[in-house]
């Protein structure tokens, strides 16, 4: 799975554009090695994304037991989703009128 997702994420053309786009202006030639630099940068996007992703994927794992252990909280998520299905349709209807 990790080999999966390393092979994605490396040749994602989102991510080449994104690191193409932005980083040479965090970059300067004349502080020592570009490479490094962009190297470092990459690191530092890397570890972001590592603790974001882990605090949601630990948040959601915590959710969803909880929401196993009660019974009567079983629906909830499914009530949440049904009512962003019905915001958007009615936004889209809305929308359409216009």
């Known amino acids: 799975m990790f080999r999966q997702g390393l092979i994605y994420k490396s040749s994602e053309p989102k991510m080449a554009l994104f690191v193409l786009a932005l980083f040479p202006q965090f970059v300067r030639p004349?502080?020592?090695s570009v490479v490094v630099q962009m190297m470092i940068l990459a690191?530092?996007?890397n570890i972001i994304g590592l603790?974001?992703?882990g605090v949601i994927i630990l948040a959601a794992s915590k959710f969803s037991l909880a929401f196993l252990r009660h019974r009567k909280y079983h629906r909830i998520p499914q009530i949440l989703?049904?009512?962003v299905?019905?915001?958007l349709a009615i936004r889209l209807a809305v929308d359409a009128r216009r």
């Open 43 to 45: 690191t530092v996007l």
């Open 85 to 87: 299905f019905a915001g």
């Open 30 to 32: 004349g502080a020592g």
């Open 81 to 83: 989703l049904g009512t």
């Open 51 to 53: 603790v974001v992703n």
